[in-house]
């Protein structure tokens, strides 16, 4: 156990000085380095996806007739930001005590290290009957997730799928949904000093706009396992051209995070009720919504077999309870949930400052997730 958990440490540091930022650097260097060290245990690894966000995927048969184990984690990280606000070079794992940091250490490079030694793990293990898909997928931060889209292409069917996302204190089995849209207010230029042409400020009406869409308070919806409930925030607003001109056009970006009970039609149809109710009330008001992106939310029923085998297995070695949760933020799981399988959508090392400065796991953590993972796959 001793030296896999080096390995990993090791892999891990590897990946880390390996940028792969959101927006900044391509996945190819880390896509290749991964392949790489999959192909040195035996395995045959294939990039896919685009040559500037490749993926990598990996089908390890030992059983036809088992059943197959996904475990699936991200290439890429959030960006650095302000490098004066790290400790520590974050493009370089730094290790300080019992933990290392660096950017993505956590979300997701260290569930890539732990995936891939964890199949060689079991697919050595003579008690191993089953079988293995690797996923690790390209451009999943900012939200376009074509990297697990990628993956789907290769029709991957299993059992049940382990995200790579960490933390150690909880298990959860979901995550909300989400919908983003655009919203366009539409009004008619004029000068702001005419005594007679006043225009129609586009502006003016969606502060009306948004007005009525907070007062439809979609963070009153919770459910068993969301009892934090959905969310809405405006997130970008742009409008105007100079300060003596009546804007023309404003545009607004929202950004609703939903539970399991909600759906992309009603929620849009309670957005379009308000809104033409405000147009009723006003004529003037002229708006259009395009919906830019929008994933169901996820919950996997606490039930299924897999889920009990884990949390009582991670119970026992941690010696105390580990709850079933779900998450605030959308995953991939979201989208591969759509297949019907099985989704364990976090847990992992123990960590903090995910997509923040100063990313940081602690290692001395990896032998205990390691071996609930390797036990629980095994029971199941």
Known sequence: ???????????????????????????????????????????????????????????????????????????????????????????????????????????????IAIFSYLAKELYDNPKFEGNIILGFDANEQNGEFTGIKDILKQKPKADVCILGYQGIDEISIGARGWLRAKIITKGRSAHTGSRSKKGINAIHQMADVINALRKLNFSAKR??????????????????????????????????????????????NKINKALDKLKQNDEK???????????????????????????????????????????????????????GIPIINSFGCKCDNVHAPNEWIDITTIPKILEIYKKSILNF
């Open 223 to 268: 459910e068993p396992y969301f009892d934090y409930g959905s969310n809405f925030n405006v997130s970008i607003i742009k409008g105007g051209i100079a300060i003596n001109v009546v804007p023309k056009e404003c545009e607004i970006r929202i950004d609703i995070r939903f539970t399991p009970s909600q759906n992309k039609k009603g929620i849009l």
């Open 1 to 111: 156990m001793r030296k896999i958990c080096s390995d990993i440490i090791s892999f891990t540091k590897q990946l880390i000085d390996t940028p792969s930022q959101s927006g900044v650097n391509s996945e190819k260097e880390i896509a290749d380095l991964v392949s790489k060290k999959l192909s040195d245990f035996g395995f045959f690894p294939k990039i896919i996806g685009t040559e500037e966000h490749p993926s990598v995927f990996c089908k390890i048969i030992k059983n036809p007739m088992g059943k197959t184990i996904w475990l699936e984690a991200c290439l890429d990280t959030v960006p650095v930001g302000d490098k004066s606000n790290w400790k520590y070079p974050p493009l370089k794992a730094t290790l300080k005590g019992s933990r290392m940091y660096g950017r993505g250490v956590a979300d997701s490079k260290i569930g």
């Open 285 to 339: 008001i002229h708006y259009q919504i395009e919906v830019l992106q929008c994933e169901d939310a996820l919950i996997t029923d606490p039930e299924r077999r897999f889920v009990k085998l884990l949390q009582k297995t991670a119970q026992k070695e941690l010696k105390r309870k580990i709850p079933l949760v779900s998450s605030g933020a959308g995953s991939v799981g979201n989208i591969v949930g759509k297949l």
